[in-house]
C-alpha cells in the first residue's frame, strides 16, 4: 500500500469515528454482542481504499460477517480459547510502527486517527486479539479434518481435468555460503567510529537520532533516526537484547555491541514492563575486493571436488557453510511463505534465480557474489539444483502436497459452514428491521 493511499484510508477512519457520537447506532445484537452502524461503516471504507470486493451489498454482507466472527468469539469463550498476549502486542507494534514510518511520525498518526496513540493501541489490541482468537477458533473446530491417501487420490480422480490447477514452474535448491573474512583493521575502523559517535553524543556535541539518521546501516530504522519502536526481548537478537535491556540513563550510550549484523551502539528511550524502545546505529565492516576474489575462488576448488564426486553437496555444506539455516539441512533451502523446500524463480534471491536458471537436476553453479537479506551484507555463494519442475497441470505424483491441501481447505470450509448454521440455532439473535431485507449466506439469522 503507497502512502497517499494508506493516510486517505486514516482520514476516513477518522471521520467515521468522529462522527459515531450522530450517525452510530446498534443494528445487530448476537449473543451478548453489539455491533455497530459504525463497525459496518469502517470495514466499508477499509474494503474501499484497500481494493477488496464484496460480493454483494456492503450492508448486507459486512454485518454478516461481524456477526459470524460474534459466533467464533463466543464459542472461544466456552473453550477458554486465548490470544497470547506476546503476540498480540508484537503485531500491534508493528502495525503502528508501520503506520508511524509511512506517514512521518507518531503526532501525524494521531491527527489522522484523531485519537492519542494509547486509544489506537487498546483498538488495535482488540482487533488482533480478536483476529487471532477467531483463527485459532477456526484451526481447533477443524483440527481432525485430516483425509487418507485414499480419500485424496478418491478426491483427485474425480475432480475434471480442467479444473486442476496449473503449477508453475518450481525449483529446490541446496546452498553453501560463507562470508569472506574481514580484515582486523577494518573492524577496528568501524568500532572507532562508533566510540566517536558515543564520545560526540554524551558530550552534548551531537543528537543520537540524527547521527542515526545520517550514519547507520540499518536503512529501516535509520528513517526514525535509528528508532526500533517498542519491542520485547525475543523480538530482538540475544547480543543486542543484553545490551540493550540493561541500559537505564536515556541520557547515556551503552557499549559497542557485535551482532550477526554488524557492530551496534544504543540509545535507550523508554521501558514499558517486557518492552523496550531504543535508538541504535549499525555500522558493517567493509569487506576488499581481495577478499572476496579469495573467496570465490576457495568456493571454486571446493565446487571442482564436488563434480569430480571426491566431495558430496551436502558433506561440502557441513564442513564449509556458514549459512546457519541451511546447514543443517544439507543446504536444501525453505521457502519462507510457504514452509516447503519448493521455490517459484521469482521467490528466489535474484542472484540465486538467475544462477540456476539454465543449470540441470544436480548441477552446481558457478560461485558468485550475493546479499544475505537477513543480514544485509554480501556473502559468496554456489548453489546445486536438487529438483526441477516444469509448468504442468496439478498431478498426485509431484503435487500430493498441493492436492491433499486443497481438499482439507475444501472439507474444512463445509465444517465451518455448517457448524455456523448450527451455532446460529442456539445464539440469541437481533437484527434491527431496516437491517433485515438481505440475501444472507447463511439464512438463518431471521427466525
Excluded at 92 to 113: A, P, T, W
Aim: hydrophobic letters at 40%; a negative charge.
Amino acid at each position: 500500500m503507497n502512502k497517499i493511499k494508506l493516510i486517505g484510508i486514516l482520514f476516513l477512519f477518522a471521520l467515521t469515528a468522529q462522527a459515531q457520537g450522530i450517525i452510530d447506532e446498534v443494528i445487530w445484537v448476537v449473543g451478548d454482542e453489539a455491533i455497530l452502524r459504525s463497525e459496518v461503516e469502517e470495514e466499508r471504507l477499509r474494503a474501499q481504499y484497500e481494493g477488496q470486493p464484496i460480493n454483494g451489498d456492503p450492508y448486507c454482507v459486512i454485518p454478516e460477517q461481524l456477526a459470524v466472527q460474534k459466533l467464533f468469539l463466543h464459542q472461544a469463550i466456552i473453550d477458554s480459547v486465548e490470544a497470547n498476549e506476546s503476540s498480540v502486542s508484537h503485531q500491534v507494534d508493528m502495525r503502528l510502527n508501520y503506520y508511524i514510518n509511512q506517514i512521518g511520525s507518531k503526532e501525524k498518526m494521531e491527527e489522522y486517527f484523531r485519537k492519542t496513540s494509547t486509544e489506537i493501541r487498546e483498538e488495535m489490541m482488540t482487533t488482533v486479539r480478536n483476529q487471532m482468537i477467531i483463527q485459532q477458533m477456526q484451526q481447533k473446530l477443524t483440527a481432525d479434518i485430516k483425509p487418507t491417501p485414499a480419500e485424496i487420490r478418491r478426491y483427485y480422480n474425480a475432480l475434471p481435468m480442467d479444473s486442476l490447477p496449473m503449477m508453475p514452474a518450481q525449483v529446490e535448491v541446496q546452498i553453501l555460503s560463507f562470508e569472506p573474512p574481514v580484515p582486523v583493521e577494518e573492524t577496528e575502523r568501524v568500532k572507532s567510529r562508533l566510540r566517536e559517535f558515543t564520545e560526540r553524543v554524551q558530550s552534548g556535541k551531537a543528537d543520537f537520532s540524527m547521527l542515526a539518521r545520517l550514519y547507520s546501516e540499518d536503512t529501516e530504522s535509520a528513517k526514525r533516526g535509528g528508532e526500533l519502536g517498542f519491542v520485547g526481548r525475543g523480538q530482538l537478537v540475544p547480543e543486542f537484547a543484553d545490551v540493550a535491556f540493561n541500559l537505564n540513563d536515556p541520557k547515556r550510550v551503552s557499549r559497542i555491541v557485535q551482532t550477526e549484523y554488524g557492530y551496534h551502539i544504543i540509545q535507550l528511550i523508554e521501558k514499558k514492563g517486557e518492552r523496550i524502545n531504543c535508538r541504535h546505529i549499525l555500522m558493517r565492516p567493509r569487506i576488499s575486493a581481495t577478499d572476496k576474489v579469495n573467496a570465490l575462488q576457495r568456493l571454486d576448488s571446493i565446487r571442482q571436488r564436488i563434480i569430480a564426486d571426491s566431495l558430496l553437496f551436502e558433506q561440502a555444506v557441513i564442513r564449509f557453510s556458514q549459512d546457519k539455516n541451511t546447514v543443517m539441512n544439507a543446504g536444501l533451502m525453505i521457502n519462507p511463505n510457504t514452509g516447503s523446500s519448493r521455490f517459484e524463480y521469482q521467490d528466489l534471491a535474484p542472484e540465486i534465480a538467475k544462477q540456476i536458471y539454465n543449470l540441470k537436476e544436480g548441477d552446481v553453479s558457478q560461485p558468485f557474489v550475493m546479499m544475505d537479506q537477513t543480514k544485509n551484507r554480501e556473502v559468496c555463494a554456489i548453489v546445486r539444483v536438487k529438483k526441477k519442475t516444469d509448468i504442468h497441470r496439478a498431478n498426485l505424483t509431484d503435487d500430493f502436497q498441493e492436492i491433499k491441501g486443497r481438499l482439507e481447505r475444501k472439507l474444512s470450509a463445509e465444517f465451518i459452514h455448517d457448524w455456523i448454521l448450527k451455532k446460529q440455532k442456539t445464539t440469541f439473535v437481533q437484527i434491527d428491521p431496516e437491517w433485515r431485507n438481505c440475501d444472507f449466506e447463511y439464512p438463518g439469522w431471521v427466525h
